[in-house]
């Protein structure tokens, strides 16, 4: 019997005691999900030090006043030098962009940072993320049976909010989970 679901679209919301630091309190969106991997971005964790602004510059881009301060957030461990725009799907690339979810997108191109500064042309809302969280075959379905995340609805206001501080705590509202009552402790009855 086949009993795959995928969570595409759907947030991974880190539960506590969680093994690996690097994802403590994490919340990720879930991008790609298949029996042979799994892909997301983390949300709630700024690169510190570094700005829109900062990587617009880098790149010898146009970077305007109101880039500055606009956090670029760490997406996970994997390929961390690599850039994603996380964005709604009113702006898309024809074969560069990937829609997912309900009226999202995520596209990886020059065009789609410089997208982000054009509050008329560009998409509704995004945000730059460097580097990625990904999982092998069966690894993300293993760790869901473990207990180590719990999976709610994706909304757009806490995908895009700025707010990292409080959006795992958000996150686990949205379940009507209060982070104060969850124990460190898994396990399995």
């Not at 596209?107 to 008329?120: F, K, N, Q, S």
């Not at 730059?128 to 869901?144: I, K, P």
Request: hydrophobic share 40%; proline share 5%.
């Amino acid at each position: 019997m086949d009993d795959f679901q995928s969570l595409v679209g759907r947030l991974l919301v880190a539960m506590p005691g969680i093994s690996d630091p690097r994802f403590e309190h994490a919340v990720i969106l879930v991008c790609a999900h298949e029996r042979d991997h799994a892909m997301g971005l983390r949300l709630d964790r700024p690169a510190p030090g570094v700005d829109l602004k900062d990587v617009l510059t880098k790149l010898k881009t146009e970077a305007p006043d109101a880039t500055a301060h606009r956090a670029v957030l760490i997406g996970g461990p994997v390929e961390r030098e690599r850039g994603f725009v996380l964005h709604t799907d009113d702006w898309l690339i024809d074969d560069a962009s990937m829609a997912f979810g309900q009226g999202l997108a995520m596209t990886g191109t020059r065009e789609a940072l410089i997208a982000m500064t054009d509050p008329v042309a560009g998409p509704r809302r995004s945000v730059l993320l460097l580097g990625y969280a990904g999982w092998g075959e069966g690894q993300l379905d293993d760790e869901l049976g473990e207990n180590v995340w719990i999976t709610t609805e994706a909304d757009a206001d806490l995908i895009f909010d700025t707010d990292y501080e409080a959006k795992w705590s958000r996150a686990l509202g949205t379940l009507g989970i209060d982070p104060a009552r969850l124990s460190g402790q898994s396990g399995r009855a």
